[in-house]
């Protein structure tokens, strides 16, 4: 069995979509399963990706299973992500000062 990275979990779109579903707070099977619009074991098989790479957390609460976002990993993602913000960061202040730059000279 291969180590799927943090990245190559997410990349997938039904995860991502879980894990915005779980932004708002713990949430059980079923709902996740109407936010996705995918049958049960499908959900089921994200989400056992999702808690296999630590990404999620679950836990019973008699006869349901809730699930919830673990952000330590997350923020391993974050960390790597902030040299490219800054870059976009940049650059958005780069085109701010231009566009401001053509308003100032149109007035």
């Known amino acids: 069995m291969t180590t799927q990275s943090a990245f190559e979990i997410i ?3 039904t995860r991502r979509r879980i894990l915005d579903l779980l932004l708002t707070g713990e949430r059980p099977v079923g709902d996740l ?3 996705v619009g995918m049958s049960q074991p ?3 098989r994200h989400l056992r990706v999702l808690r296999d790479a630590g990404l999620v957390m679950s836990r019973t609460d008699a006869q349901r299973r809730l699930y919830s976002i673990n952000p330590a990993p997350l923020a391993e993602l974050d960390a790597w992500l902030a040299p ?3 870059l976009w960061a940049q650059r958005l202040d780069q085109l701010g000062a231009h566009l ?3 308003t100032g000279e149109a007035g």
């Open 100 to 102: 401001d730059d053509m």
């Open 33 to 35: 399963v109407t936010g």
């Open 42 to 44: 499908g959900v089921s």
């Open 84 to 86: 490219y913000r800054r």
């Open 11 to 13: 990349a997938e779109p």
